[in-house]
C-alpha cells in the first residue's frame, strides 16, 4: 500500500476515533474540567501564533490568561497549568489505547511482511520443505529492558487494556465510564519504583501480552507447516534484564535479583493456572481428573509462595499423561487446546524469561583488585602483577570468598549474587538466568574477571552453567574485539568452558555508547565491521559466533526498523541467532 493510503488508514482507525472518544473528556462529572478541554486547544493555538511574532513564554501565558481564561491570580494561574498537564496525560493514555486496538488492521497495511504474508507467499512458491528446514533451526530472542519512558503504573496499564477491548466493541457508554475511572486514577506513583517495582511493570506485559502472543505464534506457524512433530520450541525466547542489568540501574542488588527471578516464575505459574482451569471445563472426563487435579493444586500453591517451587517435570508430566488417556479414551476431544499448553509449557518452562545478569567491567575491576589486595597478591593496583600471573591467578588460584570478609558494598553484592545465581537456575531452570554481559568491554579481563569470579564463589570449572557474554560498545572496544576473542580461544580453560556451553560464543554489540564515543556513523559502521571480524575468528577456531544487539529507542540508540537492519548485514556476518533488545 502506497504510504499516503496508509497515513489515510491511520487517520481513519486512530486519529478520527480518538477525537470521537476525546471529546467525551469534556463531559466528565468533574469540577473545571470542561474549562481545562476547552481552552487547551485555545492555548495551543495562541502558544503558536506568540511564538511566530516574537513573543517570549510568560508574554504568551498573561495574554492568554487575560483574553480567554480569566484567570488573575499566580496560584489558580499554577493550577490551571497542572490541570492542563493531568489532562493532556490522560488524552495520552487514550491515544495508547486507540493505537493499540487498531494495530492489527493497521499492521495489514503495512509495506512490512508479516509472518502470514509470508507463509501465503510460500503456499504461492511451494516452498514448504524449504521453509519448514529453515523454521526447524531459527530462533530469535527478544530480550526486554527497563526504561524511564515505561512511566504508567500498573492501574493505568490495566485501563489501557480495559479501553482497547472496549473500543475493539465499539461500546460507547463503557468507555465513558472507563475515563470518568481514568480521570480518576493517578498516573503518578505513590513512592519512588524500586528495581523490583520496574521489573513487575515489564512482567505485567509478559503476562498479559507476550504469553499469549508467543504461543499463539509457535501454534500458528506449527499448523501451516503441517508437521505435528515441529519441536523447535525456542523460535521465540524471551529475555529478562530488570532486577538483572545492574549497569542500567545502580540499586539492583543480590536480594532485587532473586525476588525478579521469583517473580518471573510466578507469574508464569499464574498464566499456567488460568490456563489449565479454562481447560478443565471441557477435559471432565473421568480418567483424566486426578492428573489435572494433582497439577491444579501444585500450580495453585506455587502461584503465591516462592518457596514452593514446582519443576518442569512435574508440570509437563501430567499433561503429557492425560494427553495419552485423551486419544486412547476420548477421541482426542479437545485435543488441540491441551496440545497448546503443553506448547507453552515446552516454551515458557519454568522461567518466562531468561534473567540476564549485567555489569560494568569497571565494576568487576574494583572488586578483583579488593579481593587480590586482602588475600595478600597485589599491595595496591592490579598494575603491579604482569598480564600472565593476572590471567594464572583468575584461571587457577582456588580462592574462597565469603562476603563478609570484605566492606566495600559493590564487592559483597558481586560475591552474593554470582554465588546466589545457582539458587535461581535451581528453581527457575537453568534458562532461567544463564548469561552474564560485561559493559564496557576492551580486553581479556573483561571476560576473565567473571571467570575468576564464579570459581571463587563456588563454581566448580567444569559446571559453570553460564555464558559469559562481552559487550563491545567503545570505539577501542570494537578495534580490539577480534584480538581479545583469539585469546581467550587460545586459553585452554576458556575453550574448555565454551565446550561445555555448546561450542558458541555470544558477544553484544551496543550502540549508545559506540554512538557517544565514535558518532552515530562511525557506530554503525564500526559494528559492522566488527561482526565480520568476529564472526571470521569464531569460525576459524570452531566456534558459533552469536551476536546480541544492543537496540531500540531513538536512532541514537539502535532504534529504527529491525527487519531493515537485519537485512543489511552482510554475507560475512554469523546468522546463527538473532537476539537483541526492545525498550
Same mark, same amino acid.
Given at each position: 500500500?502506497?504510504?499516503?493510503?496508509?497515513?489515510?488508514?491511520?487517520?481513519?482507525?486512530?486519529?478520527?476515533?480518538?477525537?470521537?472518544?476525546?471529546?467525551?473528556?469534556?463531559?466528565?462529572?468533574?469540577?473545571?474540567?470542561?474549562?481545562?478541554?476547552?481552552?487547551?486547544?485555545?492555548?495551543?493555538?495562541?502558544?503558536?501564533?506568540?511564538?511566530?511574532?516574537?513573543?517570549?513564554?510568560?508574554?504568551?501565558?498573561?495574554?492568554?490568561?487575560?483574553?480567554?481564561?480569566?484567570?488573575?491570580?499566580?496560584?489558580?494561574?499554577?493550577?490551571?497549568?497542572?490541570?492542563?498537564?493531568?489532562?493532556?496525560?490522560?488524552?495520552?493514555?487514550?491515544?495508547?489505547?486507540?493505537?493499540?486496538?487498531?494495530?492489527?488492521?493497521?499492521?495489514?497495511?503495512?509495506?512490512?511482511?508479516?509472518?502470514?504474508?509470508?507463509?501465503?507467499?510460500?503456499?504461492?512458491?511451494?516452498?514448504?520443505?524449504?521453509?519448514?528446514?529453515?523454521?526447524?533451526?531459527?530462533?530469535?530472542?527478544?530480550?526486554?529492558?527497563?526504561?524511564?519512558?515505561?512511566?504508567?503504573?500498573?492501574?493505568?496499564?490495566?485501563?489501557?487494556?480495559?479501553?482497547?477491548?472496549?473500543?475493539?466493541?465499539?461500546?460507547?457508554?463503557?468507555?465513558?465510564?472507563?475515563?470518568?475511572?481514568?480521570?480518576?486514577?493517578?498516573?503518578?506513583?505513590?513512592?519512588?519504583?524500586?528495581?523490583?517495582?520496574?521489573?513487575?511493570?515489564?512482567?505485567?506485559?509478559?503476562?498479559?501480552?507476550?504469553?499469549?502472543?508467543?504461543?499463539?505464534?509457535?501454534?500458528?506457524?506449527?499448523?501451516?507447516?503441517?508437521?505435528?512433530?515441529?519441536?523447535?520450541?525456542?523460535?521465540?525466547?524471551?529475555?529478562?534484564?530488570?532486577?538483572?542489568?545492574?549497569?542500567?540501574?545502580?540499586?539492583?542488588?543480590?536480594?532485587?535479583? @532473586? *525476588?525478579?527471578? +521469583? %517473580?518471573?516464575?510466578?507469574?508464569?505459574?499464574?498464566?499456567?493456572?488460568?490456563?489449565?482451569? /479454562?481447560?478443565? !471445563?471441557?477435559?471432565?472426563?473421568?480418567?483424566?481428573?486426578?492428573?489435572?487435579?494433582?497439577?491444579?493444586?501444585?500450580?495453585?500453591?506455587?502461584?503465591?509462595?516462592?518457596?514452593?517451587?514446582?519443576?518442569?517435570?512435574?508440570?509437563?508430566?501430567?499433561?503429557?499423561?492425560?494427553?495419552?488417556?485423551?486419544?486412547?479414551?476420548?477421541?482426542?476431544?479437545?485435543?488441540?487446546?491441551?496440545?497448546?499448553?503443553?506448547?507453552?509449557?515446552?516454551?515458557?518452562?519454568?522461567?518466562?524469561?531468561?534473567?540476564?545478569?549485567?555489569?560494568?567491567?569497571?565494576?568487576?575491576?574494583?572488586?578483583?583488585?579488593?579481593?587480590?589486595?586482602?588475600?595478600?597478591?597485589?599491595?595496591?593496583?592490579?598494575?603491579?602483577?604482569?598480564?600472565?600471573?593476572?590471567?594464572?591467578?583468575?584461571?587457577?588460584?582456588?580462592?574462597?570468598?565469603?562476603? @563478609? *570478609?570484605?566492606? +566495600? %558494598?559493590?564487592?559483597?553484592?558481586?560475591?552474593?549474587?554470582?554465588?546466589?545465581?545457582?539458587? /535461581?537456575?535451581? !528453581?527457575?531452570?537453568?534458562?532461567?538466568?544463564?548469561?552474564?554481559?560485561?559493559?564496557?568491554?576492551?580486553?581479556?579481563?573483561?571476560?576473565?574477571?567473571?571467570?575468576?569470579?564464579?570459581?571463587?564463589?563456588?563454581?566448580?570449572?567444569?559446571?559453570?552453567?553460564?555464558?559469559?557474554?562481552?559487550?563491545?560498545?567503545?570505539?577501542?572496544?570494537?578495534?580490539?574485539?577480534?584480538?581479545?576473542?583469539?585469546?581467550?580461544?587460545?586459553?585452554?580453560?576458556?575453550?574448555?568452558?565454551?565446550?561445555?556451553?555448546?561450542?558458541?560464543?555470544?558477544?553484544?554489540?551496543?550502540?549508545?555508547?559506540?554512538?557517544?564515543?565514535?558518532?552515530?556513523?562511525?557506530?554503525?559502521?564500526?559494528?559492522?565491521?566488527?561482526?565480520?571480524?568476529?564472526?571470521?575468528?569464531?569460525?576459524?577456531?570452531?566456534?558459533?559466533?552469536?551476536?546480541?544487539?544492543?537496540?531500540?529507542?531513538?536512532?541514537?540508540?539502535?532504534?529504527?526498523?529491525?527487519?531493515?537492519?537485519?537485512?543489511?548485514?552482510?554475507?560475512?556476518?554469523?546468522?546463527?541467532?538473532?537476539?537483541?533488545?526492545?525498550?
Amino acid at each position: 500500500m502506497h504510504k499516503t493510503e496508509r497515513l489515510e488508514e491511520f487517520k481513519k482507525l486512530v486519529k478520527n476515533k480518538f477525537y470521537v472518544y476525546n471529546s467525551l473528556f469534556l463531559n466528565l462529572p468533574y469540577q473545571g474540567i470542561e474549562n481545562v478541554g476547552m481552552l487547551i486547544p485555545l492555548l495551543f493555538d495562541q502558544c503558536e501564533k506568540g511564538l511566530k511574532s516574537g513573543k517570549n513564554p510568560q508574554q504568551i501565558l498573561d495574554l492568554f490568561f487575560q483574553n480567554y481564561a480569566n484567570i488573575d491570580t499566580e496560584q489558580e494561574r499554577i493550577d490551571f497549568m497542572f490541570s492542563v498537564i493531568q489532562y493532556v496525560e490522560r488524552q495520552v493514555v487514550l491515544y495508547d489505547s486507540v493505537e493499540d486496538a487498531a494495530f492489527p488492521k493497521l499492521h495489514e497495511h503495512s509495506s512490512s511482511l508479516s509472518i502470514k504474508d509470508y507463509f501465503q507467499l510460500v503456499d504461492k512458491n511451494k516452498s514448504w520443505e524449504k521453509i519448514a528446514k529453515k523454521l526447524s533451526t531459527f530462533s530469535a530472542r527478544i530480550v526486554l529492558t527497563a526504561h524511564p519512558t515505561q512511566f504508567y503504573t500498573p492501574a493505568v496499564l490495566d485501563i489501557i487494556e480495559e479501553l482497547k477491548s472496549l473500543i475493539l466493541e465499539d461500546k460507547i457508554n463503557d468507555i465513558d465510564v472507563v475515563l470518568q475511572q481514568l480521570g480518576l486514577t493517578s498516573l503518578i506513583n505513590t513512592k519512588k519504583p524500586t528495581p523490583l517495582d520496574e521489573a513487575k511493570n515489564i512482567i505485567y506485559i509478559l503476562r498479559n501480552v507476550y504469553y499469549a502472543a508467543v504461543g499463539d505464534l509457535f501454534t500458528y506457524i506449527k499448523s501451516n507447516i503441517e508437521n505435528d512433530d515441529f519441536d523447535n520450541y525456542n523460535i521465540i525466547k524471551l529475555g529478562f534484564w530488570p532486577g538483572g542489568d545492574r549497569d542500567g540501574n545502580p540499586f539492583v542488588t543480590a536480594d532485587i535479583t @532473586k *525476588d525478579v527471578a +521469583d %517473580e518471573l516464575r510466578i507469574n508464569l505459574m499464574k498464566c499456567y493456572y488460568n490456563d489449565l482451569k /479454562i481447560l478443565r !471445563k471441557k477435559l471432565t472426563f473421568k480418567d483424566l481428573r486426578p492428573d489435572l487435579n494433582t497439577l491444579r493444586d501444585r500450580l495453585y500453591v506455587a502461584m503465591f509462595d516462592p518457596n514452593r517451587v514446582v519443576s518442569y517435570d512435574d508440570i509437563i508430566g501430567p499433561l503429557v499423561t492425560v494427553r495419552e488417556i485423551l486419544i486412547d479414551k476420548y477421541n482426542s476431544l479437545y485435543l488441540k487446546q491441551l496440545d497448546d499448553l503443553i506448547d507453552k509449557v515446552k516454551i515458557f518452562k519454568t522461567h518466562f524469561a531468561t534473567l540476564d545478569i549485567r555489569q560494568d567491567h569497571s565494576k568487576h575491576k574494583q572488586v578483583i583488585e579488593t579481593v587480590l589486595k586482602t588475600n595478600g597478591y597485589i599491595n595496591e593496583s592490579l598494575d603491579e602483577l604482569a598480564e600472565d600471573k593476572l590471567t594464572h591467578i583468575l584461571l587457577n588460584e582456588n580462592l574462597k570468598l565469603d562476603p @563478609k *570478609d570484605f566492606n +566495600d %558494598e559493590i564487592v559483597k553484592d558481586t560475591i552474593v549474587n554470582i554465588s546466589h545465581l545457582k539458587d /535461581i537456575q535451581n !528453581k527457575n531452570g537453568e534458562e532461567g538466568c544463564n548469561r552474564y554481559i560485561i559493559s564496557n568491554s576492551e580486553d581479556i579481563y573483561s571476560v576473565l574477571f567473571v571467570y575468576g569470579l564464579f570459581r571463587w564463589c563456588g563454581w566448580e570449572k567444569d559446571k559453570i552453567t553460564f555464558d559469559i557474554v562481552p559487550l563491545f560498545e567503545t570505539m577501542n572496544g570494537m578495534d580490539t574485539a577480534e584480538a581479545t576473542m583469539q585469546y581467550l580461544f587460545n586459553l585452554p580453560d576458556y575453550r574448555s568452558h565454551l565446550e561445555q556451553r555448546g561450542r558458541r560464543q555470544t558477544m553484544m554489540l551496543g550502540f549508545s555508547d559506540g554512538t557517544k564515543d565514535g558518532g552515530y556513523l562511525k557506530a554503525n559502521w564500526s559494528i559492522l565491521k566488527t561482526k565480520e571480524v568476529l564472526s571470521k575468528v569464531c569460525s576459524k577456531n570452531g566456534i558459533d559466533a552469536i551476536f546480541f544487539d544492543g537496540r531500540g529507542g531513538p536512532p541514537a540508540r539502535g532504534g529504527g526498523k529491525t527487519h531493515r537492519f537485519y537485512a543489511a548485514q552482510t554475507k560475512d556476518i554469523a546468522n546463527n541467532e538473532i537476539q537483541l533488545t526492545i525498550q
